[in-house]
């Protein structure tokens, strides 16, 4: 039997979604978690207290319970754990990223710097560096061009992410990133990035590497536009309805990004934008998509994307054909700040043909944020049916009889 050691932090959605799927295969799971302690009551010597603060302590920690128990993988279950999965697999010899390459996917101005060297199409960028001035930023802004994008390197989830329409609009947005970025614990030393806007469809692109190889898993078309000022997502449709130019433009793109980039093996969620039948690299990350949204996709004989991801990892390859039919997922939005209470009308929004789960993430009582200050949704929907824009109707049904109540 494998043995699959999952890092997961402890305010990831994604857990139980690698348990399951691990256990759809049949492999053992280790949990490796910042409060692993408090799980050591029901899976004892399966659960690692792992400092994620703390990577050179993280790893050791992996390769002390390798030498007790082997492991046949490391995964990270989202964003945060990505590079500690991809140094622990790189130190025990397993399939795995190199950990440079995911260090910088996790940094949006390392990335930019890369793809721009491999000439890959993106954004026009800069970095605004700690110490800059009003003055400082409307030249940056000016040398982009407007409008911009202001967002800081290193969050995710539309976290931090605003629209300027002008130099002066971009001071006051640097400095409320700047904000925002403090508040969630990014170092005072860390410079902002500026990206000249990019007009035209979005699309999230889901894939796995093999040998640097990517193989599409999924398009998603974002119908609704993603224009600002402020960037939250709302909903995902596979597969897409883009012109078959635009997508194949899309996914060249993002296969010369993973390239750039050093990123060789394993999952990839990427976003890039199509205009005019060009398309720029919005963002790649070393990992699944985020949050519950992989409950969208199904492949042959009804595998998860996370067997998929933790199949691959322990060398046994799965069918990767799609399921057939099309699905979606709707990403309910943070109406306001404060605490949230319920939401209403789940019943009916369930009831919606086509319409398969209704999932409420947030527990009542817990303190919300919306985007761009916070990083949460209040949960999520999906859908499926033959036709996409079937299960887009469906998604905006859903979100028309669903209420947020926030206290």
Not at 32 to 38: D, V
Not at 78 to 94: N, Q
Not at 260 to 285: I, K, Q
Request: aromatic letters at 4%; glycine letters at 8%; one cysteine or more.
């Amino acid at each position: 039997m494998a043995r699959v050691l999952l890092v997961v932090p402890s305010a990831t959605y994604r857990a139980a979604d690698f348990l399951e799927a691990a256990a759809a295969l049949g492999a053992e799971v280790v949990v490796g978690s910042e409060n692993a302690l408090a799980l050591r009551g029901v899976m004892g010597t399966r659960a690692v207290e792992l400092p994620l603060h703390d990577l050179a302590a993280a790893v050791d920690a992996v390769v002390a319970h390798d030498r007790v128990a082997p492991i046949d993988a490391v995964i990270a279950v989202d964003d945060a754990g990505t590079v500690l999965a991809a140094a622990a697999a790189a130190r025990l010899g397993l399939r795995h990223n190199p950990p440079e390459a995911v260090r910088a996917a996790r940094d949006k101005l390392k990335m930019r710097t890369l793809l721009g060297a491999a000439e890959v199409p993106q954004p026009v960028f800069a970095a605004v560096p700690p110490d800059a001035g009003p003055d400082d930023i409307a030249a940056v802004a000016r040398k982009v061009g407007t409008p911009c994008v202001v967002k800081p390197t290193t969050l995710a989830a539309s976290q931090g992410v605003i629209r300027a329409d002008s130099p002066h609009d971009a001071v006051t947005t640097v400095e409320r990133v700047r904000s925002i970025a403090r508040r969630a614990g990014v170092g005072p030393d860390v410079p902002v990035l500026i990206e000249r806007f990019v007009p035209g469809a979005e699309v999230a692109i889901e894939g796995l590497l093999t040998s640097g190889e990517l193989n599409v898993l999924a398009v998603f078309d974002k119908p609704e536009p993603l224009d600002g000022p402020y960037f939250e997502e709302s909903i995902y449709v596979t597969p897409s309805r883009l012109p078959g130019p635009d997508v194949t433009a899309a996914i060249q793109a993002v296969q010369a990004a993973t390239r750039a980039l050093g990123l060789d093996d394993g999952p990839v969620h990427a976003e890039a934008r199509v205009h005019a039948g060009r398309a720029s690299v919005v963002e790649v990350a070393a990992r699944t998509i985020g949050g519950l949204c992989s409950r969208t996709l199904r492949f042959a004989t009804g595998r998860s994307l996370e067997e998929l991801v933790i199949a691959h990892a322990i060398g046994k390859e799965q069918d990767t054909t799609w399921w057939g039919g099309a699905s979606g997922v709707l990403m309910l939005p943070t109406p306001r700040a404060g605490r949230f209470v319920e939401v209403t009308g789940q019943s009916d929004a369930f009831a919606v043909p086509g319409v398969t789960e209704v999932d409420i993430t947030v527990a009542p009582g817990s303190p919300v944020v919306p985007v761009p200050e916070g990083d949460r949704y209040i949960g999520f929907v999906f859908a499926r049916d033959r036709r996409p824009e079937r299960v887009e109707r469906a998604l905006r049904r859903a979100r028309d009889l669903l209420h947020v109540v926030i206290d």
